[in-house]
């Protein structure tokens, strides 16, 4: 290849950011030999994203009484934007107005290129997102458009995180969390004693890396076997259209799965469990009005028989800053750069008919032709807009929210394992560059909340499916 091109975010090596902060890096160019194009563009985005197809069927008879069945496809899409930036790093119509577009052209000189970038995150941009049938994804890309031949593309993704500051939101977050639910089974006109089940959860607001604690209470007065339990951190994706219609797509993503020991006729049994939250996106409703991300621990009582099983719900919440032993009297320190989480009671009315399923060398050149682009491109170099803007003077990022609190000890970033990759190859000229890009978020060592005084555990789930060990007879 003549042309290598890296693009590096600046003390950021995964590149993940939170809306508000500023975004910089370089785009470092690297040439063998002389290369003729059009311009370099750099191209700054972030958008949602949702599509796909439903079917219909339909049967016509005609006069003779024959009929006819067709089928009609609809493609149901959504879309919205964020962040559009686009910036020409060498040669624009705007840079030689008096020269013909088919006319314009610019050598890159062997050697290496250098171009900085600065871009401001809109405070209003959702958590990065990838699902089946939408998502919410950032993306910078370095096009090279060459004349009378296909762009080469680089592209890398990286990360936008909305604050969710658990200490912000609802109050309701620190109080417990309960539900209940009673099941009769008839047999005839016979009626069996209820199979009583309550759960109940220390608070409804986690943070990846926490633990949340499950107590489980079985009453089982029936003449039927609770042969195995099954608790599950879900988490629940709505998607919405915005074209030819207003419709919705509903997936159900399991991200925790542990069994449980069954409990015999006429027994009651209390179980502990915990779940402790892997990486993954923040619970998401007012942000991006086509994907609604929410999270819920689900209780299955699986009966012996034919019986259909129980199903227990408690919704939590999932935020980026966990929750603190004292509420906050006074904003934290980045509390002028985000705005803070203000949904009160989720509502979860959109569960029904869900779905499962280094560039660069010490003696690295610039070329002089690139700075005087650069400087030609943007006049004011310390003027950053929601966009990106090649500048030498950099406006500092505001601080990480837990950076107030020094208890709370900064959070690694892991990709979340329950989340496909993206595919960034989009059939667009000449591919390079990353191939796939999973978001990360933060993952805490903080500490989790007991459960109702119980000291022991009956089970434990990080990721996949984890047995039960023991429980307590009542």
Known sequence: ?????????????????????????????????????????????GCADTSWTESSTSTTSDANGRSST????????GHEDYIKSKTYLLSS???????????????????????????????????????????IRYLTRVELVRPWKFNQNFTRGFTVLKMTDLNYDSPLLRVPSKSEAQKVFCCGPCKTQPLEVHVSLPQSGYVPGQAIPVSVLISNETKIKVEELKIELVMLVCYYSQTPSTRTKNQRIPVLKLKGDGVPVHCKKQF????????????????CRIIQIAYQVEVVTKVKGWHADQVICVPVTIGNVPLLGVIQKQPM????????????????????????????????????????????????????????????VITPAPPNPWDADASIPPPS???????????????????????????????FKVPSPSASGKDEVDGVATSGVSPAQNSTWL
């Not at 067709?70 to 899409?77: D, G, I, K, L, S």
């Not at 705007?94 to 050598?107: M, R």
């Not at 502990?272 to 942000?287: E, S």
């Not at 970033?413 to 999973?438: R, V, W």
């Open 413 to 443: 970033y892991e990709s979340a394992l329950h989340i496909k990759p993206a595919k960034l190859n989009l059939d667009e000229g000449q591919e390079y560059g990353e191939t796939e890009f999973a978001p990360r978020y933060p993952v």
């Open 93 to 135: 119509n705007e840079i030689y107005p008096n020269i013909s577009p088919t006319d314009q052209s610019a050598v890159i000189e062997p050697g290496i290129h250098t171009y900085t970038f600065a871009c401001l995150l809109p405070n209003t941009c959702p958590s990065s997102f990838e699902g089946i049938y939408g998502y």
């Open 333 to 392: 320190a980045s509390a002028d750069n985000f705005v803070p989480n203000g949904s009160g009671v989720m509502n979860r009315s959109f569960v029904a008919n869900e779905e499962s399923g280094d560039a660069g060398d010490a003696g690295e050149k610039k070329s002089t032709e690139a700075n005087q682009v650069q400087s030609t491109v943007q006049e004011d170099p310390t003027e950053i807009n929601n966009g990106a803007a090649t500048s030498s």
């Open 272 to 287: 502990n469990y915990t779940l402790i939250v892997p990486a993954t996106p923040p619970t998401c409703f007012n942000l």
């Open 70 to 77: 067709q089928t009609q496809t609809t493609h149901y899409r």
């Open 1 to 45: 290849m003549v042309v290598t091109c890296a693009i590096e975010f600046d003390n950021n090596s995964y590149g993940t950011y939170f809306a508000g902060q500023v975004m910089t890096g370089k785009v470092t160019l690297q040439a063998d030999m002389p290369k003729q194009v059009k311009a370099i563009v750099l191209k700054i985005s």
